[in-house]
């Protein structure tokens, strides 16, 4: 049985572990308001904080809800700063314990993994299985059970202080409430199971793989799928045998439902691999071959173009317009996107007549030996490995006068 760790409150609560989150918290965000208020009175923030966790009169404090669009309407919760420390502090005593118990296969929010990883995982599958079931869990987030989350928690975590700890957590959003009775002839017996976990916290994406951690261990070693891969609650199960698969497929949604879940109905697929294998937004073919899902692409699109008039406006500066356009590129050259990134790229207006796209370069810098020679490097073909990794925007900036 595995083994449950017991006096962690006192790691969590030290101040040497409070400082440490405090920084990794501020990392990123020091020009904002919030972290600067904290950096500029940083001691007695952290010491007052940590009286608090002492005492046990420590609270979350209230969230800013705020909605974005973008790739889909959800609904993000900012915790207030000095709680934001608290989240760090937890992870970072409790992920070094039960991270090692997730299985290799799991990719989110892992140190080491990441969505690029997750797709070469998944590329290799497509290579070596002739069909592919795709599962999405319907609003995950929303729907996580307090309770479940709970036990599974307690099953690695045995410090009364730390389990309490996690309770105000999970108590401070409640996205709903499901209620049941479990006397169906007395109506007065009703259990009310809070569910819900705000989407932005960092507590949230480490118990996010905690709560789908039995659903990992089920396809592993109970159904033995070889070739399965997760990305939060986007998973694939991989397989030579179509009837098998779909069996698979089937007790996957029984034990999905036994987390008190649901399998998203409209991304429930089953197909051959060879009609492409699409994962955190890369689109993986059997060949070899690997594309961008074209829905990211126009969203790109468009939000480029938005960000180049806001930079003809003067509304944006075009440091920053560059630094956002590399960081899409460098995702981007996970796939064979030579010839898509040059076409994106290939008239840029940004309101000025010696502004222009000076900085597009092509080329690998991969010079693995099994990729082609310079002059070939970027015509796509599927034998040639990662041959696309070099291309980049460098620059942006305005020419020199001639």
């Known amino acids: 049985m595995p083994k449950r760790y017991k006096h ?4 969590i609560v030290s101040l040497e572990n409070l400082f440490a989150a405090a920084r990794k918290a501020m ?49 993000v919760a900012a915790a207030p700063f000095r709680d934001r420390i608290v989240h760090h502090a937890l992870v970072r005593v409790l992920e070094p314990l039960i991270d090692p118990r997730f299985i290799e296969d799991s990719f989110a929010c892992r140190k080491g993994k990441g969505t690029h990883a997750a797709m070469s995982r998944a590329h290799e599958f497509t290579k070596r299985y002739r069909y592919c079931l795709k599962c999405d869990i319907q609003k ?6 307090h309770w479940v989350l709970r036990e599974q928690i307690e099953r690695a975590i045995g410090d009364p202080q730390v389990l309490r700890l996690i309770d105000h957590l999970l108590a401070s959003h409640v996205g709903k409430v499901v209620q049941e009775w479990p006397d169906a002839d007395n109506l ?8 819900g976990l705000p989407i932005g916290n960092l507590t949230s994406q480490f118990f996010a793989n905690i709560y789908l951690h039995p659903l990992d261990l089920f396809v592993k070693h109970e159904l033995g799928v070889k070739g399965y891969v997760r990305y939060v609650d986007d998973f694939l199960l991989f397989g030579d045998d179509r009837a098998a698969l779909k069996a698979q497929g089937r007790a996957v949604k029984e034990t999905v439902q036994s987390l008190r879940l649901r399998m998203h109905p409209d991304k429930y ?41 806001a930079v003809r406006q003067g509304r944006m500066g075009l440091a920053d317009l560059e630094n956002r356009t590399r960081c899409w590129v460098a995702h981007a050259s996970h796939a064979q996107s030579y010839g898509l990134r040059q076409d994106l790229f290939r008239d840029i207006d940004l309101g000025h007549r010696d502004m222009n796209n000076r900085g597009l370069r092509g080329g690998a810098f991969n010079n693995n030996d099994n990729n ?9 073909n599927p034998t040639n490995e990662n041959n696309n990794i070099g291309f980049r925007v460098s620059s942006l900036r305005k020419a020199a006068p001639a």
């Open 27 to 75: 990392r990123g965000k020091r020009g904002k308001v919030p972290a600067a208020a904290c950096f500029a009175d940083l001691e007695r923030v952290v010491v007052d904080l940590r009286d608090e966790l002492v005492s046990g009169s420590w609270r979350p404090g209230q969230y800013v809800y705020f909605m974005i669009t973008d790739p889909k309407e959800r609904e």
């Open 372 to 380: 082609l020679q310079s002059s070939n490097r970027n015509n796509n």
């Open 188 to 195: 007065l017996s009703v259990v009310e199971r809070p569910c």
């Open 8 to 11: 962690l409150f006192e790691q």
């Open 269 to 309: 697929r089953f197909g051959p691999t060879e009609c492409g294998v699409d994962f955190v937004g890369f689109v993986m073919y059997p060949d070899g071959r690997v594309r961008m899902r074209d829905a990211n692409v126009r969203r790109f699109e468009r939000r480029f173009k938005q960000q180049a008039w």
């Open 140 to 145: 995950y987030f929303p729907s996580m059970d």
